[in-house]
């Protein structure tokens, strides 16, 4: 392959990798970066969810959210295997961070990720209670499958394989917490809570989705990590979840 075309002439026509030993070292990093960033997402966030599970209202919304921390723990230890095919120390990795940590309620950090892990900023914001949880999955549920959707074509093939076997179960995440939103909004309180929630995870979540104008987003390009800008991303996503609001009259 290097003997016929450049590297990253070759990933930009498509070409894939399968393998740590032909890939180079700036391709290497943003990959790995990429794969941190996933893997502490999804310790973060099933954390963050595991200590809202005794606040469900009945046996079924326990088994849903005990479901989603258990999934999403099982898919970071995937990509964590992936990440130890380079050196990395999984087991080591797994427990070096406080998952469950969260900053202030009204902490305003935008996009930037903050300590030491690689988690988007969207996990670094405490719930508040069961409603308050399910409005978050519902909206984050939406841009993890938006954003997957986009890392099943890394031009990294193992990862690109994990991804395509783990976007599925995050579908899944995201049409449950959509039911147990339909359920939340049925009276006036609920529905109250939930527009409350909704205006204070919206923006946060819109930030997980990175600044427009990347720069970013070019070299990834380059190297087949990423395709669709954060601009298309972002507009694919507020164009489903607006339109999942305002069927439940919370836009």
């Keep these: 392959m290097s003997e016929t075309m450049p590297i990253e002439q070759y990933l930009e026509k498509g070409g894939v990798l399968s393998s740590p030993d032909n890939v180079p070292a700036r391709y290497r990093g943003e990959l790995l970066r990429l794969m941190a960033s996933f893997v502490d997402s999804e310790l973060a966030g099933s954390a963050g969810f595991a200590d809202i599970i005794n606040d469900a209202p009945g046996i079924q919304e326990r088994i849903s959210a005990a479901r989603i921390v258990l999934e999403k723990t099982d898919h970071a230890g995937q990509v ?103 359920g939340i909004v049925g009276g006036d309180e609920g529905r109250a809570k939930a527009r409350a929630s909704v205006a204070y995870w919206y923006p946060r979540v819109a930030a997980s989705f990175g600044h427009a104008g990347s720069s970013r987003f070019e070299t990834l390009q380059r190297f087949g990590l990423r395709h669709t800008d954060n601009e298309t991303l972002l507009a694919g996503w507020q ?10 009259g919370l836009t």
Excluded: C
């Excluded at 164009?239 to 439940?248: E, F, K, M, N, W």
């Design 80 to 182: 964590l295997k992936i990440m130890e095919t380079f050196g990395v120390d999984g087991g080591r990795y797994a427990a070096h961070h406080p998952w469950a940590a969260r900053l202030l309620r009204d902490a305003d950090i935008g996009a930037v990720r903050q300590g030491g892990d690689m988690r988007l900023s969207v996990f670094h914001y405490p719930l508040e209670g069961w409603v308050d949880a399910v409005v978050m999955n519902v909206l984050m549920g939406a841009a993890s499958v938006e954003q997957l959707k986009e890392l099943t074509h890394v031009s990294y093939q193992p990862l690109a394989e994990t991804f395509r076997a783990i976007l599925p179960r995050e579908r899944r995440h995201a049409e449950l917490g959509a039911a147990g939103l339909a």
């Design 239 to 248: 164009a489903g979840v607006d339109a999942q609001l305002s069927a439940l």
